[in-house]
């Protein structure tokens, strides 16, 4: 029996296939939210989301901007700040603006707070703060210190 021949697809090809099964893909009612350039980090955050693993933080910015990033169920002040960086990097490179930030000083400077107290512990849980709101939301403020610098 013969095989049949592969044929060979440059990179661009490939990557232009992806993008227009992943096109069609955020077209479904549940991932409709999402932008046209989705990455595979935000499809499964989205459906983390929806099947009761994830939750929403809306952080507030100074601005009065609010952000929604959403961290799983039993994430801590740290992973709500690694998601924080990775929505603010992810528009940033979508928006075309300033691609690298200090976060290190970003940390150092600016800080998160929850209902007027400073999350200054990394370690602790978001979880224990959900005390008095809705189970799948939490409202964050990003409280800067200084003049906003993104």
């Not at 209902?115 to 939490?138: P, Q, T």
Request: proline letters at 3%; hydrophobic letters at 45%; one cysteine or more.
């Amino acid at each position: 029996m013969a095989a049949e021949p592969e044929e060979e697809l440059a990179h661009a090809e490939v990557l232009e296939l992806f993008q227009a099964a992943l096109a069609r893909l955020v077209q479904d009612p549940l991932l409709c939210d999402l932008p046209p350039q989705v990455t595979a980090e935000e499809i499964g955050s989205q459906v983390a989301l929806e099947y009761g693993q994830a939750m929403t933080v809306r952080v507030c910015k100074a601005d009065g901007e609010i952000v929604p990033v959403v961290v799983v169920q039993n994430a801590s002040v740290l992973d709500l700040k690694k998601a924080l960086r990775r929505h603010v990097q992810l528009r940033q490179a979508r928006q075309g603006g300033v691609q690298h930030l200090s976060w290190k000083y970003i940390w150092r400077t600016y800080h998160l707070t929850y209902a007027g107290e400073k999350l200054a512990d990394d370690r602790k849980k978001l979880r224990d703060l959900l005390f008095e709101v809705s189970d799948s939301e939490l409202y964050v403020e990003w409280t800067f210190m200084i003049k906003e610098t993104f």
